[in-house]
């Protein structure tokens, strides 16, 4: 068995946001409101949360993306990963002593995978922890895998977790994560993600960390979906990328 351990980075959103007041803001201008799920010490006591799980695969299959359903400022945070065969097991917590807002959106953890799972092969994932649940990861031929060194290209890439769901992984500043004010399909036949322009007095921590972003693609059959996302940023600039999956 093999064992690694990852920091989603939905996980370094939230605590840069609270070391940051200004950074981020609620989605939607909810309030905040303890929910009696989250930290360490409420998962010591609380039952596990039966939890709806997807995963798609990111970074030519040296990652995933795990999407739950919750809050969208109590992202879960990774804890240990491990491998047996082609069997991924996965820790899932809510992060420490957050107050977390009522609304119940898709959120994705980055999860990097131990040396060994080929994505060629079918990868089940099961979740342990303050969450419980399991995925089935179809394999997808051409992919590079989990090699053990350290990925320095920090590319962004993307993958399919559902018919018309897609996790997109992008690096940047953990507090200033990218916002996509549309996300459609394009003339070509491709995704088309346009960001939207960040605040003129936003404020980002210096850190270099995977985001991941959740985006509906409507109009999206299983037998259909585009292999290829264009992301547009705020002044225009162009850059496409294979989805996978």
Known sequence: MTTTRTTAASALLLLAAL???GCATTPGGAT???TGSGGADAGSSAPAQDADVEAA???GGRSVGLVTYGSSSCQPVVGEVSA??????VEL?????????RDYVPRASYVGLPVGIDPAQDVEIIVTGGYTGDADLDGVAGLEGPTGAVNDEMLPSAGWFDDAGLVLLTWGSSSCPPVFETVAID???AVR??????AADQVCTMDYAPRLSVLAVEGVSDDARPGEIVLVSSAGDEQRIAVIG
């Open 19 to 21: 070391a940051l007041a």
């Open 32 to 34: 905040p409101e303890s």
């Open 57 to 59: 695969w990111l970074d």
């Open 84 to 89: 047996s065969g082609q069997t991924v097991t």
């Open 93 to 101: 917590n809510d992060p420490e002593g957050a107050a977390c807002t």
């Open 187 to 189: 003339e070509g036949g």
């Open 193 to 198: 993600a346009t960001e939207a322009a960040a």
